[in-house]
Every structure is written in structure tokens, then in C-alpha cells.
């Protein structure tokens, strides 16, 4: 059977349909539901195995990116987002989803004693929004989502809040320890981007793209790989094949089907 | 509505708790690019205002939670009162400036955060806004450097206030209605008192066509009120009705030789670029000059159409908001042909950014201001909406300082014959998205003026802030709406506003509205601003009773505001209520029929030197050309726009196959952009280009404009669209058509437009004038733009795997030139590099076997020939030929004429192609173009160098990195955050 993926829409999300395609091929079947739609209804989240937060502009990123996405997901949905985290369900969230979800403090999740979010995305190094192709090394084993990929990635990137950074720096060897680094940028030869512009895009540190809670299950990540799930999509097809976000996705499917 | 004592008001201050803050390198670096050199630093710091009764927990939690992030930021906050205000500082070390919005003006950050704030609890707060406060250091500080500072990078008095020290907030004015209409009494009025009511309501109606207005009340006996006034002038205006291209023209041509142009047009527009469309008859074209935008077919399935719009007056006096809302604008003219957005284009002309601040005309913002903020509201909008921008140029001339040229254009995907135009009686007028407030009066004739110094602030109305995510809102209803078949008709509300749309859509049978039924920001609004407002972010349709239920429950799905406002009937005249009192009635026949059609003279001006002439004493300097090459390269209307293109989001959507820039680094120029909609099965995509050139306007709009079309179809070519699939659209931004040579101007570049559809076989279907481009100086000096007509391009590929790009791909590959190679100097890059020797001559025309070379060209790609394609354009074949070189990092060895070697490299030419082949491929290629229009002109190598040959010997030899540090040196950044 096929998995199901429930998609979250807030207002001002614009890759719901691209993620949807992502997830289809594949393998899975997709649901975008606006979140004024789940909080009337009061759907049961647990009848799907995947839950993704696609990018956009939730709320036009008044007040910070993802902000007041995160302010939905803790005030109307904290114990159906909890209880399918808890379960050890599959979550995705990408860009604005990201940003949510670290915003939220879902991730990097397990945060001690403090109440206070360990980390965040902020504006990018260079002060803009930018829009460009990146390299990616999916490295976390522990994430259903990035474990066992043994290409690098290729997608672009569309963000101007992409700048990962932690409260305390000492927090990054803890990340790293756990597995929780999913991805990092690359330079196109496939070595570390070391913090170059424009590899490392927007100034993250230590080159981290996406990362992922403790328990493996909950993937963020600023890049889209969902905009390179065919050949068309990749400039430079002709001569690098094989680095699709594809792989990603077909991880994340394959687990939800196994669960 | 009172505020209750209870009521406070609070101040949050957000501040970056780290050095080197983005915002406000940006803001440091443009004060200095502006001549403030004493300014050593600038912090930016986020303020909230807040009003209610608020208890300190809550005040806390409201920062803590909503206003800032603990990560990166410090957030303080207090009670403010008129006694917190800070006196500005003595200090001349340290001065602040705070800005924010003026009241009425939508300030989308404030709306959110009141969202929030009631969403965490039931807190009494009943009005947010928001602004920011700068902290600038520096040496010898003073009041009147602060102002300047003010005024030149922090607040645009059109939107926003500021204040040294201390501001204090504004919340929206709570006004009382008077409900009071204005009546005039026309039937009595002298022609003067005719004239005198045109400008005092800036209606931009001539004598004549108050004259019939005039006819009108005698005719039914009666006088006019406010809102019939306005109504008819927003009708009859140029922006809505086009009464130049409408105008029968009388045309004095001083060349008798000269048989290009008749003597007179009766309807200049049917007579030229329709009658091309009419003519050409595409059985692929579905809708041309019906719609609001042009349709075309794209598989049997599908239907995709354009639309380009400009909106120039309303981005020069305030460019944030009216690129932004320019954007927004035509992104609502493809959801009125119930289409989903699926690409923007914009064009965009600005005057010299290293222009002195002392040389720009009173009242006029600086080039740098204006295209930072064109910029900063394009990508606002569009990435906000999710739409990539894909295609677009840039370019820079003296004339558009005083009046930039802002075109923004949006693509639209429809399932086949899925828009109704059918307004049926009995059907509701229902209004979707955002609230009317008093923002954007009388756009469209406010388009329709000349500008002056003082248009700022009086039209400062005219100008509003976008609202992307509404917007958003209104495609996600729409398309769902539009699928279930919910409604019979659709309308975008832009210029004029309500008048407009329900007029429009009432227009073939009737109607009625009631106007204390529409959605208001906030209360106040007397009737006619009501029924004119042009507050963004609105579509009107009409919708059967049946449908209100299902239409209901994707609006609340949404979160989109839906209104009824009326009702469509048969009575062929519209009538406007408030309350219960008849506030219009007007008959359609004259509303829509009524304008006189308006007699305009045209004088054909002759160009300084007669077009194609070669100055047979041409001097061609000897030494160092490699020096005029990089300037050329490094010339604002060359160099790469790198820094402006990625600030678009280019590939959300998920279908664009070749994207604006190109190569190995991803740095190469694009000529055009091809997507794929992944929503369509198969392999067809679409190919999007344009042309445009202002310095061959200068010389000779008739050239100009074959020009165009010449470089629109060219472009879209090398992207690999099929010639025999494009179409065009028109864009003209001209000068004051009342006066005779502007026009004869006009009437060279429509007849041009006819002669060059008809010989490319690409129809129009769709287009848009602008006219009164022109700026009164405070000295009496009028500024007007050269004549500048844009071209864009929609073509289909049939395969996705036919898409071109210019970079270079293969070292031992050969370089040919295609297409009939005359260079000429006339309206050339190379005359515009200062201190370098001007060649007087004639400016190049296209051969007229220019179609069937394309022809050849697209047949090569089908066959697998083209490696890669570029055209030659600003700075000749030297330029184009090391565009291709830079995009794929590849070197470069380019065989020149031997005595000709200077007007190859730098002169400009239309019609052709730089096309890479495998040798493999030669014989094949060679035979396929014959010998009379194809050229091997150059060989790809591994190096890194660029090297032109005169005959035998080396005449230029450079490196690439020199090459790409002279084209990739120019930056534009925003400075708005």
C-alpha cells in the first residue's frame, strides 16, 4: 500500500505542489490540507504515515520566516504534531517548513532542561534572498531520510532566511555527535564548502543545510530537493546526471512503508 | 469607534544581538553611495506598537513568543507616552532617525502581528503597527544631514513619516462617513468651467470629451453626481480605453518618397497591430485583445496566456510599492482569464545610477533609489506568490531618470475553454480578497498625466503596498472555483477599481450594487472613494445563486473574504446604491460608447542619417580595442545581472528548463527561458523571450520596432522555440501623443508593428500603451523618455530536450554566424562608452530574409546541430561572441574581416545568430544553410583566452578572467529590506 503524506498548506506556502509531485514519484499518495481545514475538522493525523511542511512565505514571513507558522503548530496543533513525532513518523519540513519547525522547536529537538529554542535560521550572510543551485552531502545515518544515500544532491535553493545558527556554539559538537547534521553543502567537486560563498549560500554554520531530531525521524532543510525530481528541472543534465533529490523522498517513502 | 482610557499604547524595540547586521551593511553602504560620507555606521532596529491594555506578563509573552528571535535578537519593550518621546540628541556622534507608516497605508507586518497577538490569548489589543528605527554614528553629525539621510534611504514621505529621535505611531484614522455626494451640474457649465472640473478632480478629460459628457446631461436632463463624474473619467481614460491607438490620425510625412505610412488612419490600432492578428489568422491563437490577457494554445489540452503591464508613474514616486503592485496587477489580469500563474517577466529601464544627486529634477527620486526598490517589490511579489521570474532585461538611460520604466508581465496555464465570459442577469457580483480602503485614487488617470514635482504628494494616493499572500489567496480560490465551473464571468479589479470591473463585466447587459456592502479597511470612505478605490488585491465575479454554498466553503477552506455586493441584470444601464440613496445610474451605450474618438496629428520625423547608412569615413581607431571591449562588457546595459536575477526565486514551480542565467558556473546570460508545467503530461514546454532596444528609438521608431521584433523572435529561437509557434505582445511607453512628432513617432512603430508581424507570421495577442511618460520640471523643462516599445515573445517547443542555452559546450567545436551580417554604428553600444570616438551612420536594419534564416536555424536544432545559440544584440558580434565564451569558461578564436575587423567586432546588427557545432556536424550544417547567409567565424579551445583575428594576424587577445571581472562588475542591490 501506499503511504500517505498529509501536506500542510498555510496561507502564503507555494511549493505544497511541487513537494506533492516530489512525493508521488516516489511512491506515495498526497493530501494538501490548509491548516483552517484541519483545525475545524480536527482530522486524525495518525491515519497517514508522512507529514511534510512544504515552502512559501507562510503569513508573508511577517515577524521572522516561519514564525507564525510555528505559532499555528504550537497553538492549535501541538499534540497531533507531538504524538505522530512521538511515534516516530516520518516528518519533513523544507524552507519555510524548516523554519518552522526549528521555530517551533521541534528541531533540533530534545533540548534539555531549557525552554529557550537552541537554534534558528536567520538572514542570510550576504543580506539577501537568493535563488541558486547547490551541492548537498547527505550524511546523517541516523535520519530515515538522508541515511544510506550515496550520491550528492543538486537542487536549488530559494530562501533569504537560511542562515542556520545555534544559541551556543558548543551545541554544534553534541549535534554532530548525535548524527543529527543530515546535510551539508558542498563545493561542486564534492568537497566541504568550508564556509565559501556561494556553495555554503547564505553563511550556515559549519556548512549545515538541514538537520534532523535525535530520534531520526524529523528531517529540516533549507534546499529544495523537491525541484530536482526530473531531468528538465537539472541545468546541468548533461553532465551530471544522478545527483536528483529524488532519493531523499524515495528514503522517507520507504521507510513509512516499512513502519 | 472611541478609544477607551483603559487603552495604551506600547513600544517593542527588536535589535540584531550580533555585529555585522545585513540590513544595515546594506543601509551603510547606499548612504555612502548617495555622498554621506561622515556616516561611519547605521544600526536597524524592528519596531511594534501596540495599542490596548496589556499587563506586563502578557507584554512578555507577546515579545518572547511573537516579536523576536532569541537566537539572533534583543527585544525591549515599554509604555509609550507623549513624555517618552526623545528629544533629538545634541550628540553629533550619534543620531537617531525612526519611520514609519502613514495611516491608511497597508502595512502588512502590523495586520499580522495583531493576528498573533489575539491568537496567543484573548489579549485586548485593538491596534498594531510597525516601523523601524535607525542609530547612525559618525562624525560631525547634523539635523540637516539626518533629514537628508531621511529622505534620501529611510522614509519615502509618499508612505511612510519620520522623525529625529522618537516617532510617534499611527494607527489607522477612525473617520465618520458623511455619506455625502457631490452632484455637478454640467448642462450650464462654460467650456472654461468644463476644463476647470477636469483638472480639479484630475479626470485628464480634453474639452471635447467633457463636451459629450456635457451632451449627455442635457440629453437625459439631468446633473452628474461625484461618483458618475469619476466613473466616466476612470472609464475614459487612456490606461482603460486606449483612445490614442483609438484615434483616427492624419499623418504628415515630410518625405514624399516615403510610401511606408497612409495618410491618414481612421482607427490607428484596428488598422495596424489587430488588423496583423486578423490577417495572419493562427489557428493556435484562442483569444488576442478580448481578454485581459492573450491566449494561446499549448497542446490540445491546454491553454497558456500573457500579459505585460506597466506601471511607471506609481513606481517612480514610491518604487517598492508600485513594482509591487505592479506585479500583483498583472498577476490579476491572468487570473481574469482564469489561468494559474506559472511565470513573471519584468523589463525594467532606470536612469544612470552614478548619476550626481545635484543634476536630478526637483521632486525626482535617485536612479539608485528607484532601481533598488523596483527590484525589492518585484521579488516581493513574486516570490511571495510562489511565481518564478524568468525573463527580464534591465536598462539605463538618462532619460528615465526623472520616469523609470517598470514592465512586469505574468504567464498563465488553463486547462482548454475553461474561462466563461458569460455574465448572466440574475447572477451576484461578488467580490473575492482584500478590503477596500482609500489607497490608489484615480490610478488610471493619474497614469494618464504628466508628471511634476508635485505629483508626489498630491497623488501620493495612488500609490499602495501590495498584499502577496492575499493574492496568493485568491489563485488558490480561484482555481478551484474555476474547475468546479462556480462562476460565469471574471474581472480583475485594477484601474478604477470596482467602477471599473463590475462596469466592465456589466457592460453587455447591467447592473446594480449596493455599496455599504463592500468590505472596508476601516470606516470613513465617502461613496465614490468606495465605488473608485483601487485597493489591491481584488477580483470581482459573477456567480449563479446556486453556486454561493460551494463557492463559500473554498473561500473559508482559504481564508479568502467573499462578498456580495449586487446583482447583474438586463436594464443595460448600471446603478450604484448607498444605503438608500441612488448614488449613479448611468447608461451603458454612452458609458462604453459615449467617448468621442479623438483626431490627433502626426508628423514623421526623419532620422539624423537615413537608416543602414555606412559612412563610407568611418574612422576606425587603431589602437587597443581590448580596452574598449571591457568597456563595453562592463557598459550598465551589458554587464551580467547576476545580482538582480538571483533575488527572484526563478525555479519554485518546479518547471523551468532553461533558466535565466546559464554554464558552467551558472553565470551565463540566458536569451530567453523555457518551462515545462509539470502539471502537463509530455514533453512540449514553453519558450518566453523579449526585444527591446530605446537607442534604435532614438534614431528611427520604425526600425525600431522591426527591431524588436526582429530580437523577441530571435531570442525565443535560441532558446529553440519553433518560429512558426509565436506570439507577440506590444508594449508601447511614450511621450505626450498630442503633439505631433510624438505621435508621428507612434504611427512609425504601429505601422511597423503591422508590417513586422505579418513578415515574422507572429500575431499579437495582447498589449498595453502607456502614454504621458514625460516630466514637467520645476524649471519648465519637460523630461520625456526616448521612445521605448518592449516585444515579448510566447513560443512552444514541441520537446523540452530542443531547449538551447548560450554557453559554450565543447572545446574543437566551430562557431557559426547565421543571418544577413551588416553591422552599423547608428544607435550602437559602442557610440554610448564615453570618451571613446563616436562613428556617425545609420543604425542596422534586418535583411527581410531574415524569417527564412530562422527557419534554417530551427530545422538545424530539430536535427541535432546546435550546441548552443546566442543572438547578437547591445555590443555587437565581440560581445555575444564572449558571452557564449564566458558561460561555458571556454576559450575562444574568432576570425574577423581583415580590413572590416573593428565594424565586426563592435558594430550592431539585427537578425543574426551565433550558433556552436560539432565537427562532426560541419558538412551537414554547411549544406543545410547553403553558403549565402552562414559564416564559420570562430573555434571553441580548452584555454582560457579570447582571441580575434584580422585575417592572419592576432588583433585582440585577452583573458577570460579579465573578460568576466569587466562584465560581472556592476552590482545593483536593494537597500530595503
Known sequence: ?259 | MSIPSTQHVYRFEVQPSYANDPRAQGFLSAARASGLDQIQSIRCLDLYFLRGHLNEDQLKEIAERILYDPVTQQVHWQEYSISTEEVPQESTQEMVIEVTYRPGVTDPVAEQLLRATRMINSFEVDAASSGQRFVVRGEKLTTDLMHQLAKRLFANAVIQYYSLGRITPSFPKETIASGRVERFQLGEMSAEQLLQLSQERRAALNLEEMQAIQGYCQREGRDLSDLEFEMIAQTWSEHCVHKTFKATVQVNNPNPEDRRFPQEYKHLFNQTIRAATRQLKKPWVLSAFRDNAGIIQFGEQHEISFKVETHNHPSAIEPFGGANTGIGGVIRDVIGVSAKPIAATDVLCFGPQDQSVDTLPDGVLHPRRIASGVVSGIQDYGNKMGIPTVNGAIYYDPGYTANPLVFCGCIGLAPRDTHPRDVQPGDYIIVLGGKTGRDGLRGATFSSMTMDAQTGEVSGASVQIGAPIVEKGLVDVLMEARDQQLYHAITDCGAGGLSSAVGEMASECGGEVQLVDVPLKYPGLEPWEIWLSEAQERMVIAVPEQNLDALEEICEKYGVQMTNIGEFNGSGRMRVYYQDQEVLDLDNQFLHHGLPQRKLQATIRMPQHPSEWLNPDANYPSDNPEERLLRLLAHPNITSKESVIRVYDHEVQGGTVVKPLCGVLDDGPADGSVIKPLSVPGEKALVLAAGMNPEYGKQDPYQMTLHAIDEAVRNALCCGADPNQIAILDNFCWGDPTRPETMGDLVQAAQACFDGALHYGTPFISGKDSFNNEYLGSDGLRHAIPPTLLISAMGVIPDWRLALTSDLKQADNLLYLVGYFAPRFGGSHHNLIKGMPVIEEGMPVCHPKTPGVYQQVYQANQAGWIQSAHDLSEGGLAVAAIEMAMGGRLGLRLWLDEVNAYREAFGETGGCILLEVAKQDQVAFETHFGNKSVRLIGKVLSDQFIEIMNGEYTWLKMRMEDLVQAWKHQQIREMQA
Open chain 1, 1 to 259: 500500500m501506499k503511504p500517505k503524506v498529509l501536506i500542510l498548506f498555510a496561507p502564503g506556502i507555494n511549493r505544497d505542489g511541487d513537494l506533492s509531485v516530489a512525493f508521488q514519484q516516489a511512491g506515495a499518495e498526497t493530501e494538501i490540507q490548509p491548516l483552517s481545514v484541519l483545525c475545524q475538522s480536527r482530522l486524525d493525523w495518525m491515519q497517514y504515515q508522512i507529514l511534510a511542511l512544504p515552502g512559501g512565505f507562510s503569513y508573508a514571513d511577517a515577524l521572522g520566516a516561519g514564525k507564525l507558522w510555528a505559532l499555528d503548530l504550537q497553538v492549535y496543533f501541538k499534540e497531533e504534531l507531538q504524538r505522530f513525532v512521538t511515534a516516530g513518523k516520518a516528518v519533513i519540513g523544507i524552507c519555510n517548513g524548516f523554519q518552522a519547525l526549528v521555530k517551533s522547536g521541534v528541531l533540533p529537538g530534545a533540548n534539555g532542561e531549557s525552554q529557550a529554542p537552541a537554534a534558528t535560521l536567520t538572514f542570510n550572510q550576504g543580506g539577501y534572498f537568493e535563488c541558486r543551485w547547490v551541492h548537498l552531502q547527505p550524511q546523517s545515518q541516523i535520519c530515515i531520510w538522508s541515511r544510506g544515500i550515496k550520491t550528492t544532491i543538486d537542487c536549488p535553493i530559494a530562501h533569504g532566511e537560511g542562515n542556520f545558527q545555534l544559541r551556543d556554539a558548543d551545541r554544534l559538537a553534541d549535534l554532530e555527535q548525535n548524527g543529527q547534521v543530515a546535510l551539508r553543502y558542498l563545493k561542486p567537486d564534492g568537497s566541504s564548502a568550508n564556509g565559501v560563498y556561494p556553495y555554503n549560500p547564505n553563511g550556515s554554520l559549519s556548512d549545515i543545510a538541514g538537520i534532523c531530531n535525535p530520534q531520526g525521524n524529523v528531517l529540516g532543510l533549507m534546499p529544495h530537493p523537491e525541484d530536482h525530481i526530473f531531468e528538465f528541472q537539472n541545468p546541468k543534465r548533461a553532465t551530471r546526471s544522478n545527483h536528483s533529490g529524488l532519493v531523499l523522498f524515495k528514503n522517507g517513502v520507504q521507510y513509512a512503508q516499512q513502519s
